[in-house]
């Protein structure tokens, strides 16, 4: 899935498919790299997310981990959730 789809974007369309139909996985393919479209579509649901340079061996490695483990973390991801996680514990400690 991507992002920018014509009639229902890929936020909007992970939604309604998380809702819908649980038990479907979803991998989103991309060229936004932007933290918070990461950590939003994953917060709504997705499984992975690539971005649409990515080398064929990372595209069959995220279907499979996404297929066999149910999510596949690439480094920017990772670094997005990061990111996130480190801004709630902050947050948490200032409060």
Do not use: W
Not at 7 to 29: C, D, F, N, Q, S
């Amino acid at each position: 899935m991507d992002l920018k789809m014509p009639i229902m974007g890929g936020i909007e369309a992970t939604r309604y498919i998380r809702k819908k139909y649980k038990h479907i996985k979803i991998l989103i393919v991309t060229m936004y790299d932007e933290a918070r479209f990461i950590i939003h579509l994953m917060e709504n649901g997705a499984n992975g997310y690539l971005l649409k340079n990515a080398e064929s061996k990372e595209i069959r490695r995220a279907i499979y981990l996404v297929h066999e483990d149910g999510y596949y973390f690439n480094d920017i991801v990772s670094k997005a959730l990061l990111k996130k996680l480190t801004s709630l514990s902050r947050s948490i400690h200032l409060n």
